[in-house]
């Protein structure tokens, strides 16, 4: 089942003992001899991924959840994707991206906000224009030109994403409204919410080069924060304020 | 007493903020004022409450007491996350 794959332009063999990963994996299946690191899975990694989501679980007061083995080494197999990730100045970064006409539109909060809903709605206001990159972990590179989001396997429980590259132009922080209004934020005040959406590594070294990689990420994009409710108006406000700053 | 290893002390936009790895288990962050920056620098160092009060005299103008109370305000507030090692 070992097999390589190019995530976020970069060669990443991957060696699991469940399919499912070659199943998620397979349209970022490419023939190389070489590549920049390999992933291996053992059985400890799946207990612990058991273990993290069952303490999760526990702290926010919901009943423990069950999952297979082979669900779970999908998400070993990213964690160890993203703790190398930062030597290649990329992050994993918890949101909903939309491209429109070719631009990155990143829309982050904390989980059952509303993000998917959302960029959903910029769907059905743009049509074809508007097409997912991913809808929950993209992987974002900072290069000299500025930020380049990704899509990945890692999609979400509706599966939406593309295996394409686009320049990430915006990061807007969610929440919920009665009424639909947005504002620009400074990188100060989005900083926290940044830090605590991007994925955050075990070893000290590559959380230091990640929290480097935010600050670039942080000054290379606009900021925004939308208050919005469900309503197609709120794909509206959000998209013609960003697009005009643009 | 010395920063946990799993605490990252970084500097953004002149600002000292604590970040845990994911290894910590405080998830949150800590931004502070210019007292908990001071503190966090020193405590990049092995070093002892007795010094870090010592170094922050030389470097705030505030009577000794008022700096001794607000650098066991910081260290008691960094414990309780489990970002100092004694």
């Known amino acids: ?246 | 007493m010395k920063l946990n290893k799993d605490f990252i002390l970084h500097v953004s936009g002149g600002e000292a903020v604590l970040v845990p790895t994911g290894n910590a288990k405080f998830s949150g962050i800590v931004r502070g004022n210019k007292t908990l920056g001071a503190v966090l620098e020193l405590l990049k160092e092995e070093t002892t409450e007795e010094q870090i009060v010592t170094a922050m005299k030389t470097r705030f103008d505030a009577p000794e007491e008022i700096i001794a109370r607000d650098v066991k305000k910081a260290l008691d507030g960094l414990r309780k996350i489990g970002a100092v090692d004694e």
């Open chain 1, 1 to 246: 089942m070992d097999q390589i794959y190019k995530i976020a332009d970069t060669l990443i063999r991957i060696s699991p003992i469940n399919p499912k990963i070659v199943t998620i994996c397979k349209e970022y299946c490419v023939v190389s001899t070489h590549y920049a690191f390999e992933i291996k899975t053992s059985p400890s990694d799946i207990a612990f991924e058991r273990c993290k989501s069952a303490r999760e679980d526990e702290a926010e007061g919901h009943p423990v959840r069950q999952f297979s083995d082979a669900y779970l080494e999908t998400l070993a197999v990213y964690r160890k994707i993203a703790e190398k990730m930062p030597e290649y100045d990329t992050v994993l970064f918890h949101g909903s991206c939309v491209a429109v006409d070719g631009v990155g539109y990143l829309f982050t909060a904390k989980s059952g906000t509303g993000k998917s809903t959302h960029t959903r709605l910029w769907r059905q206001l743009l049509g074809e224009r508007a097409v997912m990159v991913n809808d929950d972990k993209p992987l974002i590179r900072m290069t000299d030109g500025g930020a380049i989001i990704y899509g990945t396997p890692w999609d979400g429980k509706h599966h939406l994403s593309a295996n394409i590259a686009v320049p990430l132009k915006v990061v807007c922080i969610l929440t919920r409204a009665n009424e639909n209004t947005i504002r620009p934020l400074t990188v100060s005040e989005a900083y926290p919410m940044l830090l605590q959406q991007v994925y955050r590594p075990m070893d000290p070294a590559a959380m230091a080069k990640t929290l480097s990689l935010v600050d670039r990420l942080a000054a290379s994009v606009r900021l925004w924060k939308l208050g919005c409710n469900m309503e197609i108006e709120a794909a509206q406000v959000a998209y013609e304020a960003m697009k005009g700053s643009l």
